[in-house]
């Protein structure tokens, strides 16, 4: 069975990185939801996924330049749907209150590929380890630093490696870390790489993938799990392909 993660939440009815694209999830029947977290100026763990706030709500600045209250009065909904002016920036404890009355699972991805926000992966293990949801739970992260980080604080913490273009190496590195999978573009899937991970026993998840026709002829047995903004439209897509 292929695991499916909202991407951003089901971002293409809800504004991404909302709880409003975080509850569409699961009406669309998605396994888990994927979200970005950043750091504000006051060192609070917050969900959103652009260094600035500028595209995502009537806001402008750098995530980090701004506070937390100075985040939160944003709206993070209107952007992308009129109906949705009430949303905005969550917290990363927001979303974790809410995901633990559900049975979604999590993958929180500390954007750290620009700026490092020093601190972000204990704020983030601390956070995790209180709701109790650390089980539940890949961390994932562009930036390797960021993983080896939270792999010395967390000897057992589910880790993914996230890969871009750069693909090599990245068996390795997900060795190194004891990494669970792979969370890497589709062109991921036609490089040596690909076929290391599969000796390697290592498990791979596509993104974004939002019609299971850009798979391209990718069995969907060599994948584990695929990112959508599409949730519903996957879970009927991958239905039809068992009739
Ligand atoms: O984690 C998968 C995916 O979210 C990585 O890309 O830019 O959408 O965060 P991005
Ligand atoms: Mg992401």
Same mark, same amino acid.
């Given at each position: 069975?292929?695991?499916?993660?909202?991407?951003?939440?089901?971002? &293409?009815?809800?504004?991404?990185?909302?709880?409003?694209?975080? &509850?569409?999830?699961?009406?669309?029947?998605?396994?888990?939801?994927?979200?970005?977290?950043?750091?504000?100026?006051?060192?609070?763990?917050?969900?959103?996924?652009?260094?600035?706030?500028?595209?995502?709500?009537?806001?402008?600045?750098?995530?980090?330049?701004? !506070?937390?209250?100075?985040?939160?009065?944003?709206?993070?909904?209107?952007?992308?749907?009129?109906?949705?002016?009430?949303? !905005?920036?969550?917290?990363?404890?927001? @979303?974790?209150?809410?995901?633990?009355? !559900?049975?979604?699972?999590?993958?929180?991805?500390?954007?750290?590929?620009?700026?490092?926000?020093?601190?972000?992966?204990?704020? @983030?293990?601390?956070?995790?380890?209180?709701?109790?949801?650390?089980?539940?739970?890949?961390?994932?992260? =562009?930036?390797?630093?960021?993983? #080896?980080?939270?792999?010395?604080?967390?000897?057992?913490?589910?880790?993914?490696?996230?890969?871009?273009? $750069? !693909? #090599?190496?990245?068996?390795?590195?997900?060795?190194?870390?004891?990494? $669970?999978?792979?969370?890497?573009?589709?062109?991921?899937?036609?490089?040596?790489?690909?076929?290391?991970?599969?000796?390697?026993?290592?498990?791979?998840?596509?993104?974004?993938?939002?019609?299971?026709?850009?798979?391209?002829?990718?069995?969907?047995?060599?994948?584990?799990?695929? =990112?959508?903004?599409?949730?519903?439209?996957?879970?009927?897509?991958?239905?039809?392909?068992?009739?």
């Amino acid at each position: 069975m292929t695991t499916l993660y909202a991407h951003r939440g089901a971002s &293409r009815m809800c504004p991404e990185n909302t709880m409003a694209a975080f &509850r569409q999830a699961v009406r669309e029947k998605a396994d888990g939801i994927e979200l970005d977290v950043q750091l504000s100026k006051d060192h609070k763990a917050v969900v959103i996924h652009d260094e600035a706030v500028d595209r995502t709500t009537n806001g402008t600045g750098e995530v980090k330049d701004l !506070t937390l209250a100075e985040l939160k009065s944003l709206d993070a909904g209107s952007w992308q749907n009129a109906a949705c002016k009430e949303e !905005t920036i969550p917290t990363l404890e927001e @979303v974790l209150a809410w995901i633990k009355g !559900t049975d979604m699972k999590l993958n929180v991805e500390l954007k750290t590929d620009v700026y490092p926000y020093e601190g972000i992966e204990q704020i @983030v293990l601390e956070q995790l380890d209180r709701y109790g949801l650390k089980e539940r739970t890949v961390i994932s992260s =562009f930036n390797p630093e960021t993983l #080896k980080r939270v792999r010395q604080l967390d000897g057992t913490i589910r880790l993914a490696v996230l890969v871009w273009d $750069e !693909t #090599k190496g990245m068996v390795k590195l997900a060795q190194k870390l004891k990494a $669970e999978a792979i969370h890497a573009k589709k062109d991921f899937m036609f490089t040596k790489e690909a076929v290391k991970a599969a000796q390697a026993g290592i498990p791979i998840r596509l993104y974004t993938i939002n019609d299971l026709s850009e798979l391209d002829g990718i069995s969907l047995s060599s994948i584990e799990g695929i =990112f959508t903004d599409e949730p519903a439209k996957l879970r009927k897509e991958l239905a039809a392909m068992l009739l």
